[in-house]
């Protein structure tokens, strides 16, 4: 069946650095989603990519597409101690909806 | 917000009960999906309806059944409850045409359902 892959599964950043989460699918994906949920929260929806090679960016957070639609990775720069939380991303094919286990982030101020 | 709520927010059933979660979905949106998230783990998919059938199902047993209702809310029904059990429930809703499609889905806040 489908598996959706994420790392890595912790991510301790010094506040300011750079980092990336990676996510890899074990099948092509019509679309690949990224969900940010706070300790005790829900997922939020961040942002859907849906073209081969996409990328998007919404302020410090940028997101990329693999050209195969396989894969799919998050790079925050400048990281900011509100960054903090767990961040999954969701692979759809078809009607399914198939999550990583999600790259939990913490912040050193 | 995402205008999708459940209820009841937290509940603590004992082992073998049976339990009804329930979700609204946002205006206008005709297919829910019920999510399973352990604790430290990312949801897993347990159903979709779209327009009140089910329409895709992941790796849960037929104790896990659902509805959805003409006004596209939506049920999670659990028998036999097992301590396994015990996790965040979600349900996210979005609009779509055939239940599939690259339409956002907005989640609730969830159901903590704990089985002592």
């Known amino acids: 069946g489908q598996q959706v892959m994420q790392i890595p599964q912790y991510q301790h950043v010094q506040e300011g650095e750079d980092f990336t989460t990676y996510c890899n699918s074990s099948?092509?994906?019509?679309?690949i989603q990224w969900y940010k949920q706070r300790p005790g929260g829900h997922p939020v929806f961040l942002i859907q990519?849906?073209?081969?090679?996409e990328v998007k960016k919404q302020k410090r957070l940028t997101f990329q597409f693999g050209e195969a639609k396989k894969n799919s990775s998050l790079h925050i720069t400048a990281t900011q101690t509100t960054d903090v939380g767990t961040y999954f991303c969701?692979?759809?094919?078809?009607?399914?909806?198939?999550f990583g286990a999600g790259t939990t982030v913490t912040v050193r101020a | 917000e995402t205008g999708v709520t459940q209820s009841p927010t937290h509940l603590i059933k004992t082992r073998g009960q049976q339990v009804t979660l329930r979700c609204s979905s946002q205006?206008?949106?005709?297919?829910v999906s019920w999510y399973q998230q352990a604790l430290g783990q990312g949801p897993q998919f347990i159903f979709q309806?779209?327009?009140?059938?089910?329409?895709g199902r992941g790796n849960f047993p037929p104790r896990f059944s659902g509805l959805q209702f003409p006004n596209y809310s939506s049920e999670l029904n659990v028998n036999a409850l097992e301590l396994d059990d015990s996790a965040l429930y979600l349900c996210?809703?979005?609009?779509?045409?055939?239940?599939?499609?690259?339409?956002?889905?907005?989640f609730g806040q969830g159901t903590r359902l704990t089985v002592v």
């Open positions: 996210a809703s979005r609009d779509t045409m055939t239940g599939t499609g690259n339409t956002e889905a907005f």
């Open positions: 099948t092509t994906l019509s679309n």
């Open positions: 990519l849906v073209k081969s090679g």
């Open positions: 969701a692979g759809r094919k078809d009607y399914k909806l198939s």
């Open positions: 205006s206008g949106h005709n297919t």
């Open positions: 309806y779209y327009r009140e059938e089910e329409n």
